[in-house]
Structures are given as C-alpha cells and as structure tokens.
T-cell receptor
Framework: SQKIEQNSEALNIQEGKTATLTCNYT??????LQWYRQDPGRGPVFLLL?????KEKRKERLKVTFDTTLKQSLFHITASQPADSATYLC???????????FGKGTSLLVTP | DAGVIQSPRHEVTEMGQEVTLRCKPI?????LFWYRQTMMRGLELLIY????????DSGMPEDRFSAKMPNASFSTLKIQPSEPRDSAVYFC???????????FGQGTRLTVV
C-alpha cells in the first residue's frame, strides 16, 4: 500500500539553527512532491513544490531536496525563527492524479 | 478572492443526527477535495471532484458519508447518521488543472456526542 511517513516526534530547535524535516514514501512514482505548513486551527498552506527531475529547490530560507532513488525528501529551514513553529506536511499525488495524499506531519518548535 | 470558504466553523451534534458541511471553492478552480484530519490518522482524502464530477471516492469511510457538488461554486459533505468516531476537523480544498498546489479552507471542527 502507499505510505507517506514523516517523523512523528516533535522537533525542538533553537532560534537561528537549521531545522531539517524528513519525508519518506513507498509505492508512489511521484512527478512532484509538495510541502505545506499548518498552524493550529487553520488549514494547510502551500510552501514549495519540487519536481522529480529537480534535486533541490529554494525559496527564501526554505530548501527542499528530492531523491527519487531513496524515495525521500528533506525540508530545511535555515536561520529558524520562533514564527516558523508549526506543523509541516509533505504531500504526493495519489493514483487519481491531482488529489494529494499527505503525511501526518512533523511539529516544529523554535525556541528563542 | 476570499479563498476557500467552509461553514460552519464548528458543529456539535448528537449521535444519530444528520450533519451537513458546506464548501465554496475559489472561483475558477475546477477541482475540489474533502479531507478529514484527526490526531491518529492525520489528513485523509475522502473524495475528489473534477468539473463537478466525483472522480475518486475511495476514501469515503462508509455509506453514512455522501458528498455532492451541484455546481462549480458549492459542495456539501453529509454524514447520516453521525457517530462519535466521526469527530474530526473536515477540510475542503480546491485547485485548477493548470496548478498543483491545493488551497484549503479553515476547516469545520465536528464533534459528535
């Protein structure tokens, strides 16, 4: 069966450090992978998309890597800030095409 | 655009009652998704519409759940009869064929007592 796995344990880091979150998947052949941010009481918000032929993508302090051989994506936040504290979800399109399947997310807490 | 609009934001109902959740997608978006989020199971895809037609409803948990999209600007998710295990946050999201990112509503927190 298809699975998307993210570290269920919360990640606590100090302000200014780099946060690295992991997303592993099985039984998908994704053309792209997406990362979303979710704050308490709100819906997920799109952050970045990386395509299968892209090794790395950057947006401001965010960097995403995508290794289709390892079936893994890494999500980095450099120079982290307390405002980065949230749950981060990775998502892949399932067999129906556009519909996204999500991992359970990893909670990030950045402390001053 | 106001984004994806869901109503109500909160719903508390008694077991056995019918519950209807509503969603207005972003204007011009032709794909609409209903998700359910719980701590245990995360964000689960329930059903996906494209151009108002249900494409994939394999995530609908059982016959008590039904969804409709009578036009491009409105969708409903109905649970009848509701059970305590249906308690969750239900999200609606929309997108277009030419983009891949999904835009989510604020969600409806459903509590069945």
């Amino acid at each position: 069966s298809q699975k998307i796995e993210q570290n269920s344990e919360a990640l606590n880091i100090q302000e200014g450090k780099t946060a690295t979150l992991t997303c592993n998947y099985t039984n998908y052949s994704p053309a792209y992978l997406q990362w979303y941010r979710q704050d308490p009481g709100r819906g997920p918000v799109f952050l970045l998309l990386i395509r299968e032929n892209e090794k790395e993508k950057r947006k401001e302090r965010l960097k995403v890597t995508f290794d289709t051989t390892l079936k893994q994506s890494l999500f980095h936040i450099t120079a982290s800030q307390p405002a980065d504290s949230a749950t981060y979800l990775c998502a892949l399109a399932g067999n129906s095409g556009y519909a996204l399947n999500f991992g359970k997310g990893t909670s990030l807490l950045v402390t001053p | 655009d106001a984004g994806v609009i869901q109503s109500p934001r909160h719903e508390v109902t008694e077991m056995g009652q019918e519950v209807t959740l509503r969603c207005k997608p972003i204007s011009g978006h032709n794909s609409l998704f209903w998700y359910r989020q719980t701590m245990m199971r995360g964000l689960e895809l329930l059903i996906y519409f494209n151009n108002n037609v249900p494409i994939d409803d394999s995530g609908m948990p059982e016959d008590r759940f039904s969804a409709k999209m009578p036009n491009a600007s409105f969708s409903t998710l109905k649970i009848q009869p509701s059970e305590p295990r249906d308690s969750a946050v239900y999200f609606c999201a929309s997108t277009t064929d030419s983009t891949t990112e999904a835009f989510f509503g604020q969600g409806t927190r459903l509590t069945v007592v």
